[in-house]
């Protein structure tokens, strides 16, 4: 091929992943230019006003006004913070195992991780129900009833939810790096298995064990269905029931958390990436070999 025409279909190819990243960019562009418009518009003159985002950046006022909105603000930012952690101290330690020793247990866990894709929501709730029912109970009399009926208890559930998307993140970061290689060289020089989890596969997994943690923050933050069926209230919920009352305060509570999910989901690609971050380890492990030799 000349080069004259390789240079033209580098070209082409250019302008249509341009006009496919522009198309993209209009599709979801178009909704929040929309609902700025709303929040930005005066329903009984029609003039434009930033009074809606004024109010919704003065916190003492959302708390006294809309209280409903801030307990869900609230308990969306203790679920965001809960289900991650919970979510990578049962899967990275038992993925790191079964790669190890049981391999042959691989598909399975799979299978398992992966089944929450195909379980709808609703169906998801009524298998859940007896188990809050009896969770509840149980968390009333130990710890009293305000805890006991806490929002923070639907982690565990969304803990579920994300475990396909958490599992794929973690296999590909599991399957970039030669661990078993890695966890018996530390083993050899004396290094526990909490060590060899702490100081030598998480720092090798930090960028799967990130976006994991990103999918799992964006999840939980635009959940609705099974918090509104478990009549708990997180943000999409108290958005639901402001609607009612004031929409334009709803709407922007919409668009500051679509912006902020998006931003989260694009930081994905910049954040834990920096080059030569496993290999350090590994260069380490390996002179730490050579002066034990």
Known sequence: MSTGLRANVHRRQRMMRWAVIGVVLVFFALPLLGMLDFTTKDINTGARSLATWRTLANVGQINEQ???LA????????L??????????????????????????????????????????????VG??????????WLRFLLGDSIGESTLWLSLAYVILVLPYAYRSLDAGLRAIDVKTLSEAARSLGASWPVVMWRIVLPNLRTAVLSA?????????????????????????AMFLLAKSNAQISIAVGLVSLVFAFLVLFAMSFIGGTPGGGLRHRRA???SQKETA
Request: aromatic fraction near 10%; proline fraction near 7%; glycine fraction near 4%.
């Open 66 to 68: 809309y209280p409903t």
């Open 71 to 78: 307990t869900g603000f609230v308990n969306s930012i203790g």
């Open 80 to 125: 965001a913070v809960i289900t991650p952690i919970v979510m990578l101290v049962i899967l990275v330690p038992t993925m790191t195992w079964v790669r190890l020793r049981l391999p042959w247990l691989n598909r399975t866990v799979e299978f398992i991780s992966l089944l929450p894709l195909t379980v709808p929501a609703i169906v998801l709730v």
């Open 128 to 137: 859940l129900t007896p188990i809050y029912s009896w969770l509840t109970g």
């Open 213 to 237: 943690s990103f999918l799992s923050v964006a999840l939980v933050l635009g959940e609705f269905t099974i918090a509104n069926l478990f009549s708990r209230t997180n943000l999409q919920v």
């Open 285 to 287: 492990l390996r002179r």
